[in-house]
Structures are given as C-alpha cells and as structure tokens.
C-alpha cells in the first residue's frame, strides 16, 4: 500500500477515535511498566507491514493513552485540539519544513508574524507588541528572564558570564508556575535569588507592598532587582496578580515585567473576562497557550514583546552557515529570522494549526466556547456549594476551581483526615473512568481541581461530574474508605 493509502486510513483512524473517545475510561488505566513490557526489546531489522503497526497501535498503545481529548478530561488545565488544528498539523507534517529562517520557508515566517498580531488583537493587547511562537510556555519565560538579565547587565552577562557580577534578583508571587523557577536556574540567576512575595486577598494576588518591602531591602543589601513575574490564572487554583499595580511598581524600580499568562491569556479573547489582565499592556512580555485552551494542538505559545530587539540581543546569534545570503548584516525589511526569538534554532510551522483554527470557527465562536467552559463549571461550583457533602474551597477563576468532599462521617473531623478522604477518593474517581480531576495544595490542603475546557465539552458532561462525585463519594464514605482512627 502507499503513502496515500496510509495517510486516508490515518484519517479514518483519527475520526473514529474522536468519535468514541467517550467511550474510554479518560485516564489510562495501565499499570507502571506494563506497556514497556509488552514492547519488543530490540528493534526489529527487517520492515515491518504497517497493517500490523496499526494493529499494535490499537492493542498495545491506545488502552495506555489518557485522553486529553476526552470531553469529561477535567483534569490539570486542557491541552485541547480541534478538527481544523488536526488537519493543519497532518499537512504541516507532511510539508515537514524547518522554519528557522525566513528563507527556510517564508510563508512560515510571514504567517506567523501574521497569525501572532491576530492573537493581539483578539486578547487586546495594544499595537506594538510583536509576538512569536514558542514550543511553551516555560520556553517564553526563560527567554524573558535571559532578555531582564542581559537588560539588567547591560548585556555582559551573554559576554562573560555571571561569575563576579551583581546578585540579580527576580520576583513573582508564591503562586506562579514552576517554569519561574526554572528559568532562574537556568538563567544563571539561582533559585535563592527567586523571591516569592506571598500573596493577600481574595484573587491570591500577589502582595504589592510586600514586593515593594522586598525590593527596597534587596537594593539595601546591594542586590539588583531584574524582573518581575505577574501572574495571570496560575496553575493551582487561578490565583490572579493585580497586573495593574505590578506593572506601576516595576516602572517606578526599573524592572523587566513579563506576565504569565499560560492558561488564562485564551479567555482574553472575551472582553467581561479582560479586568483580568488589566495592565497587561505595560508589560514587557506576554505569553499565552494556544496549546492549552485555543484548541491548537500542542505544542504553540504565544509569546508577546515589546522589544523584539532585546529579545534577540539576548539569544540571537547569525554563524556563517546561517547568514541569508543578500541580506547583507542589518536587518532587511520584512525578513524576520524567527530562531533568534528562542532557545531552540529548529522551529516547527506552528501558525499554520492557528490560521486554520481561527478562520474556520471565527473568534465568536472560539469565544462561545470558552463562554460555555467558564458558564458551566461555574454552574457546578454553585451546585456542589449547594450540596452539604462538598465544600468549594477555591471559588472559580475563569473554569477552575477547587473544593473538597465532606460527607457527614467526616463533618467535624481532623484536617489531616478530610485531606487524606479526598485523596483516597480522587483515586478512586479516576480509577472509575468516567470523569478525570488533578489536585493541588492549598494553604497546607489536599483539594481537588476541576476545570472545564475540553473542545466537545457539553453542558452534561459538567453536570456529569458533580453526579459522579456525588455518587462516589457517598459509596466511598460508606464503605471503601477507612480513616487512620479507624484502622488503628
Ligand atoms: C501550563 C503553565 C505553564 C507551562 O506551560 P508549558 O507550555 O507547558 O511550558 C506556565 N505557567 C502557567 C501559569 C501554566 O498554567
């Protein structure tokens, strides 16, 4: 059979599978190893027909797969995807390109200076940010905080080093993103010199007057305070920086602002959710995940600047072997060499997956979506608070919030016990298949998550929930679970 044989059963295998992903318990239910084991230990020397790959990829791979694109995957945040981002990706892996120069292939690199000021323009950032596509969000913030070093430094850092210079300090609030303290590591700066500044109110915001204190003293101590990291809708529970304020305290002490906004930044595109980030637009950067909730397959960030040029002092370099011939050393209008806008110098065609999405549903569509996703786990927030078994914990930002089962065999008992409950019950939810929840800690607490944001969600499939965990946690408390006073 030939290629084109293949890529219509490919097709084939695609749209069944998204016809009865419903019909598979959303978490993998395999057990460690188990798969490794089932998997031929050398590779084979001979080909192999693909009627038999195919055949292995149903017996073998799909029963271990979580199903991201599960309309009940309500778990972490989505990493959702749509027909039309499938199909972009299908022909991009058939045109199979390296977009790391103009000249690698233009129409990459004029689509995606085309596709990222649409992005602008749909979550409101004001003319004259200038964006590129990352492969993550972790990618787009390492590069902001190499930019806030090298700005800090005056660009000695990329020359000699950090050995014998200033402390550089870098703040964000103790509810950002891992990714933060990543990039420092990696920056070279330290994860000492992470200041997280806790958080007050009830956005778990993080504390102005606290990074104010924090800087004051840090200069004191002859310490140079480099960037701040606003953070909008962080991964635990959403918690929301007051942006606006942020960006007034950076101005004032001179520091590179970038927000996070990995998760968030795609409900942007609804103007009543856009209080969120306001002051988004004094930031010196912006990233936002198509790939989490733009319904654009992962992998593709989006990753604003307001300074393309200190972007690209901080990691572009041209070697011989990748200078455009005629292009000469300066800049020529309208090229844009995009591997100098990231860590990696091979780049995938990313925007393609988003011209594709966005001109076949429209941004109202896309917005009805997300309207849908926010309306409704909203919707369950207020019937599981109605409920006397669960407690809303974290109230919902946008599509998350958190909560934690309290059936009445537990009304009264120890923190540690209710935490070790719904612990034990999150398992046993994602043992049964129906629906897929993460947790998180917070304020020293086991909670559950939930968020809504899967492309084929339905109003149901929210409902849904709130009666699996209803019905889970009543049969549980009754008779699956055994607290520690009770084993003893
Ligand atoms: C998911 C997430 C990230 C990391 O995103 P990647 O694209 O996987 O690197 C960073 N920050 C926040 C707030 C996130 O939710």
């Known amino acids: 059979m030939s290629f084109r044989d293949?890529?219509?059963?490919?097709?084939?295998?695609s749209a069944d599978y998204l016809e009865r992903v419903r019909s598979f318990p959303v978490r993998a239910q395999?057990?460690?190893?188990?798969?490794?084991?089932?998997?031929?230990?050398?590779?084979?020397?001979?080909?192999?027909?693909?009627?038999?790959?195919?055949?292995?990829?149903?017996?073998?791979?799909?029963?271990?797969?979580?199903?991201?694109?599960?309309?009940?995957?309500f778990a972490y945040f989505p990493a959702n995807a749509s027909p039309p981002s499938v199909v972009a990706e299908y022909v991009t892996a058939a045109m199979a390109?390296?977009?790391?120069?103009w000249q690698t292939s233009p129409a990459a690199t004029e689509l995606e200076a085309r596709m990222m000021d649409w992005l602008r323009q749909m979550i409101a950032l004001?003319?004259?940010f200038a964006g590129v596509i990352q492969d993550s969000a972790t990618s787009a913030t390492f590069a902001a905080i190499l930019t806030a070093r090298e700005k800090a430094l005056g660009g000695t850092a990329n020359a000699h080093g950090l050995a014998g210079g200033p402390t550089l300090r870098v703040y964000a609030s103790a509810q950002t993103h891992s990714s933060v303290d990543k990039a420092v590591r990696m920056?070279?700066?330290?994860?000492?010199?992470?200041?997280?500044?806790?958080?007050?109110?009830?956005?778990?915001?993080?504390?102005?007057?606290?990074?104010?204190?924090?800087?004051?003293?840090?200069?004191?101590?002859?310490?140079?305070?480099?960037?701040?990291?606003?953070?909008?809708?962080g991964t635990s529970i959403g918690a929301c920086d007051d942006i606006a304020a942020v960006a007034e305290v950076a101005r004032r002490h001179g520091l590179y602002l970038h927000v996070d906004a990995a998760w968030a930044g795609a409900a942007m595109i609804c103007p009543e959710f856009r209080h969120l980030m306001r002051g988004a637009e004094?930031?010196?950067?912006?990233?936002f995940n198509p790939h989490k909730w733009l319904f654009t397959n992962f992998d593709c960030t989006a990753h604003f600047v307001r300074d393309p040029a200190a972007l690209t002092g901080a990691l572009g370099l041209r070697p011989a072997y990748l200078r455009t011939l005629g292009r000469g050393e300066g800049e020529v209008a309208g090229v844009t060499d995009y591997n100098e806008w990231s860590v990696p110098l091979g780049r995938r065609f990313r925007a393609l997956k988003l011209w594709f999405v966005i001109r076949s549903y429209g941004v109202e569509a896309l917005r009805g979506k997300i309207r849908n996703h926010v309306a409704w786990s909203r919707e369950l927030a207020e019937r599981l608070a109605a409920d006397p078994d669960f407690e809303i914990v974290t109230p919902p930002v946008l599509s998350?919030?958190?909560?934690?089962?309290?059936?009445?065999?537990?009304?009264?008992?120890?923190?540690?016990?209710?935490?070790?409950?719904?612990?034990?019950?999150?398992?046993?939810?994602?043992?049964?298949?129906?629906?897929?929840?993460?947790?998180?800690?917070?304020?020293?607490?086991f909670v559950i998550r939930f968020q809504a944001g899967q492309t084929e969600t339905t109003r149901?499939?929210?409902?849904?929930?709130?009666?699996?965990?209803?019905?889970?946690?009543?049969?549980?408390?009754?008779?699956?679970?055994?607290?520690?006073?009770?084993?003893?």
Request: net charge negative.
């Open 6 to 13: 293949w890529a219509h059963r490919a097709a084939d295998w």
């Open 30 to 73: 395999t057990r460690p190893g188990a798969i490794h084991a089932a998997l031929p230990a050398s590779p084979p020397e001979a080909g192999e027909p693909m009627d038999a790959i195919f055949a292995d990829l149903d017996r073998l791979i799909l029963p271990g797969m979580t199903h991201w694109q599960h309309p009940r995957f």
């Open 97 to 101: 390109a390296q977009c790391m120069l």
């Open 126 to 128: 004001p003319e004259g």
């Open 187 to 233: 920056a070279g700066i330290g994860g000492d010199n992470l200041v997280k500044v806790p958080t007050s109110g009830s956005a778990w915001g993080i504390d102005v007057a606290a990074l104010e204190r924090a800087l004051v003293e840090d200069r004191a101590a002859g310490r140079l305070p480099c960037a701040v990291v606003a953070c909008l809708g």
């Open 282 to 287: 004094e930031a010196d950067s912006v990233v």
């Open 400 to 445: 998350l919030f958190s909560f934690r089962a309290v059936p009445a065999r537990l009304r009264g008992a120890k923190p540690a016990e209710i935490d070790a409950f719904n612990e034990a019950l999150l398992t046993r939810v994602n043992d049964d298949g129906r629906i897929y929840l993460t947790q998180t800690v917070h304020e020293g607490r």
């Open 460 to 488: 149901e499939d929210v409902m849904m929930a709130g009666d699996v965990l209803r019905e889970l946690a009543t049969e549980f408390a009754a008779t699956g679970f055994r607290s520690a006073e009770e084993t003893v």
